[in-house]
């Protein structure tokens, strides 16, 4: 099958049979997930370590993630036995708050670009696979997110970005999470949809997208999903 195939053929594929199609076509290429161990993320990595136990995880270290968020990321290396990478930025939060003041507060998108977005890209360097936790139904931003996407990395080189997920509601996740008994973030149970830096994630208001909390609804993606070019295959 080529590529093109895979791509056209992956929108009918239920998240196993497409991960099954992936690693039968491409059984030894280099692969990573991006994770910040949300519900998603959890369920991804638990498919992808059946097929690669070793398969690096790679945590967005930015130094702002919730005190919850770092015991659970620790239980879960302990309990699964991850290949966790964390990607750091060089400059520390002291340094960084220190020369530019709080970003978080006063420019969102340099401090999202310095702490996930230029970290990220260099990370993603040595891989050809990049699994995600993306779903469609998250945000205005991902609907038309589809489940196999060639991109660009702005070094040139190209990947495949994959999201087993693409078209899964909220509640085929919560469900499949409750079914395998998978561990989930105590944030879940606070009312908290979408889950990244403390000082940028807020509980949704009832019937908002479950990124509206994120950014106090001023913006929607931290754009370590947007800075990377599409193409088209
Ligand atoms: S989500 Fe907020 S704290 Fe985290 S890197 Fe982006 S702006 Fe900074």
């Keep these: 099958m080529s590529d093109a195939q895979l791509f056209e053929k992956s929108e009918a594929l239920n998240s ?3 991960l099954r199609a992936i690693f039968e076509q491409m059984p030894s290429v280099p692969a990573c997930l991006t994770c910040s161990f949300q519900a998603e993320d959890m369920i ?5 370590r059946q097929r690669l136990p070793n398969v690096p995880v790679l945590f967005l270290e930015t130094g702002y993630h919730f005190a919850d968020t770092y015991r659970f990321r620790d239980q879960v290396t302990r309990d699964w036995k991850l290949n966790l990478v964390n990607v750091v930025q060089q400059t520390t939060v002291q340094q960084q708050e ?3 003041g709080i970003l978080h507060q006063i420019d969102p998108a340099k401090c999202c670009q310095l702490r ?8 993603l360097e040595p891989f050809d696979l990049w699994f995600t936790g993306l779903r469609r ?3 205005p931003t991902r609907r038309n997110l589809k489940k196999i996407e060639r991109h660009r990395l702005p070094s040139g080189k190209t990947l495949l970005k994959i999201s087993l997920l693409a078209d899964w509601s909220w509640a085929q996740v919560w469900e499949f999470t409750g079914k ?5 973030l105590p944030q879940y149970d606070r009312g908290y949809l979408s889950i990244g830096c403390e000082p940028c994630t807020a509980i949704p208001t009832s019937g908002a997208d479950a990124r509206s909390g994120r950014w106090g609804g001023k ?10 070019e599409k193409t088209d295959g």
């Design 116 to 123: 996930k977005v230029e970290p990220l890209m260099e990370s």
């Design 98 to 100: 220190a020369t530019f």
């Design 44 to 48: 991804v990595l638990s498919l992808l």
């Design 180 to 184: 395998h008994q998978l561990a989930y």
């Design 16 to 18: 196993e049979d497409l």
């Design 137 to 139: 139904e998250q945000s």
């Design 219 to 228: 913006k929607l993606e931290c754009g370590m999903h947007t800075f990377s």
